[in-house]
Structure formats: C-alpha cells, structure tokens
C-alpha cells in the first residue's frame, strides 16, 4: 500500500483545508489536492491526500471511509498509478494507426 489517497464523493463545499484537518486524525498529512475542472474552475467531487506513512494510510481508509463529511458518504481508498499506459487503455505511437488492409499503412479514414 501506498502513502497516497483517493477520497471520493465529496461535497463541492470542502476545501483542502477542512480535508486536511479531518485527515490529521488519522495521522500526518502531507499534501491535500482537491481538483478543479478546468472549463469551471469549481471542484470535481474528489481529491487526493498523501499521508505520512503507510499505516498512516491504512488507518485512514479504516477509520474515514464510509465517514458522513457535510452530508455525503465519503469513499477512501489507496490512490492508483497514474502511470504506464493507464485508464486511456493504449499504448503509445506516433500519428498514424495500424490498419488491417493488408499492410497498408496510414490512417483509417
């Protein structure tokens, strides 16, 4: 498990600050991100907390999700890598895509 969180659900009224303060009971926060969208500029439902330590993060799944936080039910969950190839479901490549006719190569239009 790793030190960084998902924190689902969330009201659009809470800030990194109150996420902090309610994260500190279950040990060091590092950093709180709460994500806003970039058309609106208002929150997105969701954020990411990095705790001190893994048991720091454990704790807090435990104790805090399935938490009421303003009237939602928050979800707490360990965060997944962003990395590697990721939610897009593709590898990487240039501009040009493989097509199945026979070797012939540019795009499928």
Same mark, same amino acid.
């Given at each position: 498990m790793g030190n960084k969180l998902f924190v689902g659900n969330l009201s659009f009224e809470v800030g990194e600050d109150?996420?902090?303060?309610? +994260? #500190?009971?279950c040990g060091d926060v590092r950093s709180v991100s709460v994500p806003l969208d970039r058309y609106t500029n208002n929150p997105r439902g +969701? #954020?990411?907390v990095e705790m001190g330590s893994e048991g720091e993060s454990a704790s807090a799944i435990q104790n805090?999700?399935?938490r009421d936080l303003r009237g939602r039910t928050l979800r707490v969950s360990e965060a997944l890598d962003r990395g590697g190839?990721?939610?897009?479901?593709g590898g990487g490549g240039g501009g040009r895509e493989r097509s199945d006719r026979g070797g012939q190569g540019g795009s499928r239009w």
């Open positions: 109150e996420l902090r303060n309610v +994260f #500190a009971e +969701f #954020a990411f805090l999700n399935g190839g990721g939610a897009r479901g």
